[in-house]
């Protein structure tokens, strides 16, 4: 379905680095789609095929990987009982729950809705920032790194030699779907089309 999109680029969740090994596995793929590739992930499984299925000259990434230490900000907001933080992460977990029964394409019409993408951004960033102890902004760094990793990644993307005939296809995941949403939307540069446009029930 996102094949008919006919994208002339595809972006992925995958760093600048790895490029030459994106292009090698995508070229062997091409050539043979029943035999794994390096990168056995949605890499392989959905670019990949979107990219043979619609003639897709390049696939790039356009990751840039931060450390941020999720885990202990969660320690510390149960710690000082940062309720705001603790009511929003159990809401946010209960809409996944949700998508459990879903099948994939209504998952993924589902998760890029403005109303998925505004949970995404509060549960993986916005949140961060009511965890935070006296004199310090621990949460607040946390989702200002989050942020910060977004925004390189956006930089990336507007890094990639495009012109006004090329279809952009991304694909990431939804927090980062969530970002570039905003940010294109923003853009003198890009008209975002949405990808629910393609997915059919």
Same mark, same amino acid.
């Given at each position: ?38 990168? !056995? *992930? $949605? %890499? ?9 299925? &619609?003639?897709?000259?390049?696939? /790039? ?27 929003? !992460? *159990? $809401? %946010? ?9 879903? &099948?994939?394409?209504?998952?993924? /019409? ?92």
């Amino acid at each position: 379905m996102l094949a008919q999109f006919k994208p002339t680029i595809i972006l992925v969740e995958s760093g600048p680095k790895e490029q030459a090994g994106l292009d090698k596995n995508y070229a062997q793929y091409l050539q043979n789609p029943a035999k794994d590739t390096g990168f !056995q *992930s $949605e %890499i392989q499984f959905l670019a990949f095929e979107i990219g043979r299925l &619609s003639q897709t000259k390049k696939i /790039i990434g356009i990751d840039k990987q931060m450390g941020y230490d999720y885990m202990g900000i969660d320690k510390l907001a149960h710690e000082i009982e940062a309720k705001t933080y603790l009511k929003g !992460q *159990s $809401e %946010i977990k209960k809409m996944f729950q949700s998508l459990e029964s879903e &099948s994939l394409v209504n998952r993924f /019409i589902k998760m890029n809705t403005p109303g998925f993408y505004d949970a995404m951004i509060n549960f993986n960033a916005d949140l961060l920032t009511y965890v935070n102890t006296k004199d310090h902004f621990e949460g607040a760094e946390a989702a200002g790194d989050f942020y910060l990793r977004n925004l390189k990644m956006f930089a990336n993307i507007n890094r990639v030699k495009v012109n006004d005939n090329d279809r952009i296809l991304i694909l990431s995941g939804t927090t980062h779907a969530a970002f570039f949403d905003m940010f294109m939307k923003r853009s003198p540069k890009y008209e975002v089309v949405p990808i629910t446009d393609y997915l059919k029930h």
